[in-house]
């Protein structure tokens, strides 16, 4: 006897499920729309949502880097040796001794 119960009502349950809602119709069977008869609970009630619009992505300008200027800055002094008598780097060594000189004098004497 129980599984008589058990089995009426599963098959109950199975009737009022959403497939045999759409198999009564006309889901499975295409062109036939019979009476329908049911209860809908819950559903797709209202406008539909409306379309997502994705931003296009954004635009990045670039600009290269200035070209960079080498200038060479002139010494604010030179050696000069007297003797013997020329400036560096022409003379390497000057046993007596460098003098600092502004450059564009003439040589000290």
Do not use: N
Not at 26 to 31: E, I, L, Q, R, V
Not at 38 to 55: D, E, K, L, S, T
């Amino acid at each position: 006897m129980k599984k008589l119960m058990l089995i009426v009502a599963a098959a109950a349950l199975m009737s009022a499920s959403s497939a045999s809602f759409a198999y009564g119709y006309g889901y499975y069977h295409h062109g036939f729309y019979g009476p329908r008869v049911g209860v809908i609970i819950g559903g797709p009630w209202g406008p539909p949502p409306p379309p997502v619009y994705y931003a296009p992505p954004p635009v990045v300008y670039v600009t290269p880097p200035a070209p960079q200027t080498y200038v060479e800055k002139t010494p604010s002094y030179v050696y000069y040796c007297p003797h013997p008598a020329g400036y560096y780097p022409q003379i390497p060594r000057c046993p007596s001794g460098w003098m600092k000189v502004v450059p564009g004098d003439s040589a000290p004497r």
